[in-house]
């Protein structure tokens, strides 16, 4: 089992910046790959950024592309920095990690999730 637990949300103002963090336990030697996940009311969960374990180039939603970037920043931390944040950026934020083997891109692989962190952008 793995858990995460995500902090970092907050409220900012349009063009503000925010650095959110997924603190990992348990086995995370057993996970293969780590995404950011957002979804506001009404909406679908959108994958916004995703990065393999062990790997340093991330995938991002092109929605959220050279405003946001993800990073492992040690064996069990994962961070996404977000800059020119925009009203439509508010959401709950989730960490999730998949196993070994699992092919990022693929939404049914994450089998751990965080409870979410919330972000604001107001305008």
């Known amino acids: 089992q793995v858990q995460l637990v995500e902090s970092g949300g907050g409220s900012v103002q349009a063009g503000g910046s925010l650095r959110l963090s997924c603190a990992a336990s348990?086995?995370?030697?057993?996970?293969?790959?780590w995404s950011w996940f957002r979804q506001a009311p009404g909406k679908e969960r959108e994958r916004v950024a995703s990065i393999y374990t062990g790997g340093s180039r991330g995938y991002y939603a092109d929605s959220v592309k050279g405003r946001f970037a993800i990073s492992k920043d040690n064996e069990n931390t994962v961070s996404l920095q977000m800059i020119s944040l925009k009203p439509e950026d508010t959401a709950m934020y989730y960490c999730?990690?998949?196993?070994?083997?699992?092919?990022?891109?693929?939404?049914?692989?994450?089998?751990?999730w965080g409870q979410g962190t919330q972000v604001t952008v107001s305008s």
């Open positions: 348990g086995y995370t030697y057993s996970v293969g790959c």
């Open positions: 999730a990690a998949a196993r070994r083997g699992s092919v990022c891109s693929t939404s049914a692989v994450y089998v751990y």
